[in-house]
């Protein structure tokens, strides 16, 4: 670890070399632990276990989280995720923030070999996902136990190896929020303290989650200045809300671009809004002067977001995204800060 760099699952590389990045992605992560029930009760044993095809994608991009293959993004060929990923670099895409951590099966050794068969600067996240996905001897362990941990992931290398985590989190936060996620929380910004390391947060999916979170971590010393808080998509739709969070310095970050229906199967009561309402969002949270704190991803962790099954794939930003930014008066410099600058001073350890 070393303070002013960039801490990669292949060593630490100069800030300058980041370039356009993704903030919160997953290229191998196992979902299943958070299968859910269709929209439709009658639906419930419908096509679960069935091949991804063109009949049936319809209803997966509806009921994303019922279908288990969709689940099992870890078990894509390699190959055909390299594929996937250098459709990103040809955009010109260089840098992915990997958040997947303890709870939905991280594999550092995985990313390593993507990162050398691609080119890409791949950041590995260290920490604990939400409350469900623990096993009990890890939902045990103590705010001290947690943090040297992620300190050793941070410095050392994960397990026995020397590949070393880059970011904190993401974190994974329910609402309300548990004991253990409590724990994780105080656990991660004790490690920040002592590392320097940046910080990325799942919040709880409930309008004051962010706040509440923000809170807890300040009193515990964190630097929110050095922390994102993840999914606004899909959190945060007060305005006068978004801007209270956005005054206390955490970075804001849009990352479900490319989730285009508006029905979100995780919490019922919450309408997922369009990248046209993200682009919206993010061209005023621009105006009122926070241009230099958003940050934005697909946050790809199911398999029908891939190209291969007819998805939107990595470089959906690039090639879409990116552009209708343009065409809504978002200037290149202000792109370049979201995807670039921005990333860049978060990244960097301090």
């Known amino acids: 670890m070393a303070s002013g760099q960039i801490q990669t699952v292949l060593g630490d590389i100069e800030p300058s070399a980041l370039g356009r990045t993704l903030t919160h992605e997953h290229i191998k992560m196992d979902y299943k632990c958070c299968i859910q029930p269709p929209w439709r ?42 594929k996937e990923l250098k459709l990103f670099k040809q955009e010109g895409g260089q840098s992915i923030v990997e958040v997947t951590i303890n709870g939905i099966n991280r594999d550092v050794e995985y990313l390593a070999k993507i990162s050398s068969a691609t080119g890409l600067n791949i950041i590995a996240g260290t920490g604990y996902y939400i409350d469900h996905t623990l096993p009990p001897e890890i939902k045990a362990l103590s705010v001290e136990e947690r943090c040297k941990t992620m300190v050793k992931e941070l410095t050392e290398g994960v397990g026995d190896t020397t590949i070393k985590c880059g970011v904190i989190g993401e974190i994974g936060c329910s609402w309300p929020l548990t004991p253990a996620e409590k724990k994780s929380l105080l656990a991660a910004a004790a490690a920040q ?69 508006t029905y979100y199967q995780s919490n019922h009561a919450t309408d997922i809004i369009s990248d046209a309402q ?49 065409m809504r008066g978002i200037s290149q410099e202000v792109v370049d800060k979201i995807q670039i600058s921005n990333p860049k001073a978060w990244l960097t350890f301090k």
């Open 193 to 261: 303290s002592e590392t320097g390391a940046p910080l990325i947060i799942h919040p709880g999916r409930n309008e004051p989650s962010p706040l509440e979170i923000v809170r807890i971590l300040q009193e515990a010393g964190a630097d929110i200045n050095k922390t994102v808080m993840s999914h606004l998509d899909r959190t945060v739709f007060d305005r006068s809300k978004l801007l209270e969070l956005a005054s206390t310095g955490v970075y804001l970050e849009y990352d479900f671009f490319g989730i285009e229906v």
């Open 41 to 82: 009760a009658s639906d419930a044993r419908k096509m679960v276990n069935s091949e991804i095809n063109l009949a049936n994608l319809g209803w997966i991009q509806h009921n994303p989280y019922s279908h288990k293959l969709n689940l099992s993004l870890g078990d894509e060929p390699f190959d055909d995720m390299v």
């Open 278 to 326: 993200r682009i919206q969002n993010i061209k005023f949270l621009a105006s009122e002067g926070y241009a230099d704190k958003v940050v934005i991803a697909h946050d790809v962790h199911t398999r029908h977001r891939l190209v291969k099954y007819g998805g939107h794939g990595y470089s959906h930003i690039q090639v879409n995204a990116v552009p209708k930014m343009l």
